[in-house]
């Protein structure tokens, strides 16, 4: 599968933002989805994830009540509603995706073989 990230822009603290990623593949609904993020100078760490069983959703404490994750499988998209945003909330967004997520690796890097190309989100104090 292939994924394509996109949304980011520069915004000030407090506004919304919504990301999304389109993703190839007729079997993309089988697959667990994710948003990572990676901030200058540090690693890349988990925001919000959708398993592939279920549908439940997965959240950073950081972002939770803040972040929505939501898929349209009929459109091939995840994303990536963002509200009340912060400058701490500025990095590379990354969309992720595999068909062999296990729980333990849903919040991990590890987890997901299928990686977009990242979007910047810029939130100015």
């Known amino acids: 599968v292939q994924l394509q990230a996109s949304g980011g822009g520069l915004v000030q603290a407090g506004d919304s933002l919504t990301l999304s990623c389109a993703a190839s593949?007729?079997?993309?609904?089988?697959?667990?989805v994710a948003w990572f993020r990676q901030a200058p100078g540090k690693e890349r760490e988990f925001v919000a994830a959708?398993?592939?069983?279920?549908?439940?959703?997965y959240y950073a404490d950081s972002v939770k009540g803040r972040f929505t994750i939501s898929r349209d499988n009929a459109k091939n998209t995840v994303s990536l509603q963002m509200n009340s945003l912060i400058p701490e909330d500025t990095a590379v967004y990354y969309c992720?995706?595999?068909?062999?997520?296990?729980?333990?690796?849903?919040?991990?890097?590890?987890?997901?073989?299928?990686w977009g190309q990242g979007t910047l989100v810029t939130v100015s104090s």
């Open positions: 992720a995706a595999d068909m062999r997520t296990i729980l333990s690796t849903v919040r991990d890097v590890r987890g997901y073989a299928y």
């Open positions: 593949g007729r079997t993309f609904s089988s697959y667990s």
């Open positions: 959708m398993w592939r069983r279920e549908g439940r959703t």
